[in-house]
Each structure stands twice: as C-alpha cells, then as structure tokens.
C-alpha cells in the first residue's frame, strides 16, 4: 500500500485520543497531537507556548465572525507585523500537517487536518463520537471531583472550542459528514472495535 493519512476529530470525552494512540501502534505509523505545536515552534522560531495559548481554540472576539480568518496559505515573513498572530500560528500548523502528510503514513488528530488534506491523495477522515452518557463515564474516570453538572458544561465547552475553531479556520461546520469518509460511534463500537473498522476500511479506500 502506498503511504496514507489518517486524520481523526473527535468529541469531547469520546475516547478518540486514546484510538488514534491504539491505531498508531497497530498500524506501525506514528501519530502526531501536540507533538505539532512544537514542529511548528521549530520552524517558526515562535515559542512553543503561543502555539499552546491557540491549539484548537479561538478568542471570544474571534467567535464573533464567520470564518474571518479562513485558511489561506502560507506563513506571513517574520517582518511581518502578524507573524506571532494566532492566523499566522495556524497557517504554521497547517504547513506542518502538510509537510508531514507528505513525508509518509502517519495519523493526524485534530486541528483541522481533515481540511487541510482534503486534496491531498491517500487521505482517510475519521470522526468519533458517542452519546453524552458514554462522555460523561469516561470523563468522570480522569475528573473524580467533578459533579455530573461539571462534567457536562465541560464537554459542552469543549465541543464548542472545537467547533468555533473548526468553523473560523475553514468555514465549515466541524460535525457536518460531508467532511468525513468515516463516522464511528465508539461507545458502540468500544476503542479497539473503531481500532479494527478503520483498519479494515484502509484497503478499500487505498487499494
């Protein structure tokens, strides 16, 4: 099989980190998370940190507007006057996601990937999900001292993160199937079973 990639969103609390980490190791490929944030930081030469501040999330302000600031290439010249921007971290992160894809197999989580590799060939666009009452149980098994209320307003909250960003960078809806070849209900499934569909669907989709 050629080399592919797989990109995977995922809910709040539906165990989607813990799948790609399974994937990864299944597959033999390696996987990348916040292991960007500091590719990213490498290239740019801006701190680490500033990425961290922006991973997968956007101001107040930013909510506001309807895909403002939609992806649109390459990185601004460090003379630029937004060079540490938060448009401009993600135009890097975006550029690394690419640089990777291209590199060889690999499995990308988050940060928009599935757009960003729309065009990109041997690309497989996973996203997870899972009733509320599965999210709460597995949140509850890392968040002891929260309250089922808290538990809720948190993934509510993330989601939201998620999904402004989703919408800022690409003006896209973040849970539309349109963007995804693959949607997998892993509290139906459990990890390993998303684990074994996605592999199963790799040579399907890539000969």
Known sequence: MENYVITVARESGSGGH?????????????YYDRELLRLASDVSGIHE??????????????????????YSGEPLPPDSDDYVSTQNLF?????????????GSCII??????????????????????PMEARIERVASFS????RKEMIRHIREEDKRRAGYYHYYTGLEWR?????????????????????LIRQALPLFFG
């Open 176 to 196: 539309d199937a349109g963007g995804y070849d693959l949607s997998l209900d892993s509290a139906q499934l459990g990890e390993d079973g998303c684990v074994a």
């Open 109 to 130: 989580l988050g940060r928009c990937s599935n757009y960003l590799l729309a065009d990109h060939p041997n690309v497989l666009r996973v996203f997870i999900h899972a």
């Open 18 to 30: 813990n799948i790609t980490r399974k994937l990864s190791a299944t597959l033999g490929i390696p």
């Open 144 to 147: 002891l001292a929260w309250s």
């Open 49 to 70: 940190g500033l990425f961290g501040i922006a991973d997968e999330r956007i101001g107040v302000k930013e909510m506001l507007f309807a895909a403002g600031h939609a």
């Open 91 to 103: 135009r890097f992160q975006a550029k690394i996601i690419k640089e990777l894809a291209a590199q």
